[in-house]
């Protein structure tokens, strides 16, 4: 008996497929050897790495571009591009093979989207950490990390390390020319004789790091500077270090987001709340009554509510902030206030409510002051003169 439940494509019987089309050149190394090729294979859209037509007699290119697939074919991480394989192709001649990478390069994100919010950049910084971790754990030096050759996915959940054109490892002893980007290359590349090692890559994480945030927290920059260090002994020796130290300070940077958020809470919130306690106080003077006990002991039930929630949920955030960054940590002391301004209204009538959202509001607020007092000095960041 057939399934009715089996699934799978109605085809058409006249179906034909055409798994690859004509590569096109879409880039020429100026000072390079390679052109960059786009093709589909089997289905699917790659990039082809080949030796430039004029230089297709020199040795020296093919043996770089052997050396590179080498390296770069033992690398499996979702933030360095995937090789595929190593085929000579028609017109073409000895070529890589790597996936399509469907985004643009980090230097084009930064000019496109400058200045980068301080989460962004962070975000962008720690994936290159992961990245380069892996790398530096497998033995390869890339050697050429620059915004050029880092890709951003256009959905933005990966970062991209392409070209390992002058990556090396200790296994090879030959083809270790001196070379990388000035700009980005540590001093001991530019110096033949020179051993470079993973370090030459923190050097360039550094560059990179001021490039996204120029002028960024404290800390983030004085880490950058470190890793710019002239000599690869100053400088950190693990991009895992690295991303653990910016997670600290991501998490301080959204400490001192909430405090602060805290600090302007308390003073907006200041002058309506002598307002309308004045108000308050004026209407029930004409009231006093045997129901005043009754209506003394919701305001206290609800002001002891107003304290404990407000400093559950400011403990909270924070604690979590110190394992990772909470978003939107500047909005809570205004969310708070909202909830407990509900929850005033569904407990109370609408006269009761009027009178007691005030005094709820100015409870909640003095735990945030005395919230801000406890934790303002925690740690350098969250010290205000």
Do not use: W
Request: net charge neutral.
């Amino acid at each position: 008996m057939t399934s009715t439940i089996d699934s799978g494509f109605d085809l058409p019987d006249c179906l034909t497929t055409d798994n690859n089309d004509k590569p096109q050149l879409i880039y020429t190394s100026a000072c390079g050897y390679c052109c960059i090729y786009t093709s589909v294979s089997q289905g699917r859209r790659v990039v082809i790495k080949a030796i430039k037509p004029e230089l297709h007699g020199n040795r020296i290119y093919r043996d770089l571009l052997d050396k590179e697939y080498n390296i770069a074919s033992k690398l499996y991480h979702p933030g360095i591009v995937s090789t595929i394989g190593l085929l000579d192709i028609d017109h073409i001649g000895q070529s890589i093979i790597m996936e399509y990478v469907d985004g643009i390069k980090l230097s084009d994100y930064i000019e496109k989207h400058s200045p980068l919010s301080t989460e962004t950049a962070l975000s962008i910084i720690s994936k290159l950490c992961d990245s380069l971790s892996y790398m530096h754990s497998h033995g390869v030096v890339h050697r050429d990390l620059k915004p050029d050759n880092i890709m951003i996915t256009h959905d933005g959940r990966y970062t991209k390390i392409i070209d390992f054109g002058l990556s090396d490892t200790s296994a090879f002893v030959d083809l270790k020319y001196a070379g990388g980007t000035r700009k980005y290359g540590a001093p001991e590349q530019f110096t033949p004789g020179r051993i470079v090692d993973h370090r030459a890559d923190i050097y360039a994480l550094g560059k990179i790091m001021s490039d996204l945030l120029p002028k960024g927290p404290s800390r983030i920059m004085k880490l950058a500077r470190q890793c710019r260090s002239v000599s690869p002994d100053d400088r950190p020796d693990d991009a895992a270090f690295i991303r653990e130290r910016l997670s600290k300070a991501k998490a301080s940077t959204s400490r001192a987001l909430l405090t602060i958020a805290v600090a302007a809470t308390c003073l907006a919130t200041g002058f309506f709340i002598n307002k309308f306690l004045e108000t308050g106080h004026n209407s029930t003077n004409s009231t006093e009554s045997a129901s005043d006990v009754q209506y003394q002991h919701k305001a206290d039930s609800l002001i002891n509510v107003a304290r404990k929630y407000t400093r559950e949920s400011l403990t909270e955030a924070y604690n979590s902030s110190k394992k990772d960054s909470t978003d939107n940590l500047s909005l809570l002391p205004n969310r708070i206030i909202r909830n407990l301004e509900k929850e005033v209204e569904q407990q109370c009538d609408s006269a009761e409510a009027n009178m007691l959202k005030a005094k709820i509001v100015e409870a909640a607020t003095q735990e945030m002051r005395d919230f801000f007092n406890r934790h303002r000095s925690e740690d350098g960041s969250l010290n205000f003169k």
